[in-house]
Every structure is written in structure tokens, then in C-alpha cells.
T-cell receptor, first 113, second 112 residues
Framework: NAGVTQTPKFQVLKTGQSMTLQCAQD?????MYWYRQDPGMGLRLIYYSASEGTTDKGEVPNGYNVSRLNKREFSLRLESAAPSQTSVYFC????????????FGPGTRLTVT | DQQVKQNSPSLSVQEGRISILNCDYTNSMFDYFLWYKKYPAEGPTFLIS?????DKNEDGRFTVFLNKSAKHLSLHIVPSQPGDSAVYFCAASGNNFNKFYFGSGTKLNVKP
């Protein structure tokens, strides 16, 4: 049972390049989330998916797109990376119902030069 | 503007003593509050939660207190252990759980 996995662990991009961050969970959770963590800012929600086939914006969606490919996978795409997107990105999942805790992946450290 | 605030970036406590981490929020629509613990190079892990219908929730050495009128919650760790040294985030959500708002974190150092 791997929980939430993220690939890659590290990535360096040049300004203007694109990339997709991958996330998968094996806990059969309905909801999935993408966050970014910046120094002094805590975690901020980029996008979330309440269920397979639905996605919605969080606090800081500009410059990102997401795809909920199936129940297991939720990807985050940067179409044209900018230095302001240098951050650590976390994917999380949650089972809907009485439990409201989220399970987080190990993170992807992205640097845009 | 941040809706959840942790005003103490760091806290240092002696092993065996009590650690008290504080969190304030501004949105009166928040109904559920959670604490997460994070070690370096790892994702946050869930620690303890409380809903707005309660004012206290306890789990072993960890107790969360909620003061709705003051829009304030705190996490008490008793007794503190060196393995508790980590960054602690508080988070809040409304009753649809679609959006969670996190504080900026408090780095706890428990000295042996």
C-alpha cells in the first residue's frame, strides 16, 4: 500500500518550459488536491477534484492546469513555467464521508530558472 | 489575506515539558480544524482534528482546544519528546471539505 505517490521528486525548468507533475493514490479516495508550499506561506491550494471527472480552482490556480485522469490519478501541468512557480508541490487525497483528514504525498521540489 | 495564521514561526521546549502551539483564524464559516506534522523532505501527516461542535479533543499526548468566540485553537503536547521536533501546521475547512486553508507553520524543537 504505497499511499500517495508523486513524480518526479525534483525538477529544474527554464522559464517558458512546460511540465506535468504526476500524482497517484491507491486508497480508493474520491477527493484529490494540489498544494504549493512556499517559505512563510504554509500550504496553498492550487486545484482540487472532489470526485472523478470534476476539478475546481483553489486559492492560487493561475498558471496551472489539472487533469483528473481517473479515480487514482490527478496531474498538475505548468504550460509556461515562471520563476514565481519555484516551490514545493504536494498532492493529497481524502476519502469523502465522515473522515476529513488528507493524506499527502512526499512532494516535488520544482525550481524555475 | 491569510485566513489561518500561526504567529509563532518557532518554539523551543525541553523534553518532558508541555508544548503549546497556537493558531488563529478569521473566517467564521470554518467548521473543522486539523493539525498536521511535517518532517523535512516528507509530506505532512495528520495528527488530530476537532469540529466546531466541540471545544476539546484528546488523542494520547496530543490535545486540541478550540475557542470559537476568539477564533483560536491550540495544540498541546504533553509530555514533549525529541521525536516531536517537526513543523506543525494547522488547517481549517468549511463543511464541504473542498477547500482547506493552512497556516504558515510552527517549527517545534524539543531539546533532550
Amino acid at each position: 500500500n504505497a499511499g500517495v505517490t508523486q513524480t518526479p521528486k525534483f525538477q529544474v525548468l527554464k522559464t517558458g518550459q512546460s511540465m506535468t507533475l504526476q500524482c497517484a493514490q491507491d486508497m480508493n479516495h474520491n477527493s484529490m488536491y494540489w498544494y504549493r508550499q512556499d517559505p512563510g506561506m504554509g500550504l496553498r491550494l492550487i486545484y482540487y477534484s472532489a470526485s472523478e471527472g470534476t476539478t475546481d480552482k483553489g486559492e492560487v490556480p493561475n498558471g496551472y492546469n489539472v487533469s483528473r485522469l481517473n479515480k487514482r490519478e490527478f496531474s498538475l501541468r505548468l504550460e509556461s513555467a515562471a520563476p514565481s512557480q519555484t516551490s514545493v508541490y504536494f498532492c493529497a487525497s481524502r476519502q469523502t464521508g465522515s473522515s476529513y483528514e488528507q493524506y499527502f504525498g512526499p512532494g516535488t521540489r520544482l525550481t524555475v530558472t | 489575506d491569510q485566513q489561518v495564521k500561526q504567529n509563532s514561526p518557532s518554539l523551543s521546549v525541553q523534553e518532558g515539558r508541555i508544548s503549546i502551539l497556537n493558531c488563529d483564524y478569521t473566517n467564521s464559516m470554518f467548521d473543522y480544524f486539523l493539525w498536521y506534522k511535517k518532517y523535512p523532505a516528507e509530506g505532512p501527516t495528520f495528527l488530530i482534528s476537532i469540529s466546531s461542535i466541540k471545544d476539546k479533543n484528546e488523542d494520547g499526548r496530543f490535545t486540541v482546544f478550540l475557542n470559537k468566540s476568539a477564533k483560536h485553537l491550540s495544540l498541546h503536547i504533553v509530555p514533549s519528546q525529541p521525536g516531536d521536533s517537526a513543523v506543525y501546521f494547522c488547517a481549517a475547512s468549511g463543511n464541504n471539505f473542498n477547500k482547506f486553508y493552512f497556516g504558515s507553520g510552527t517549527k517545534l524543537n524539543v531539546k533532550p
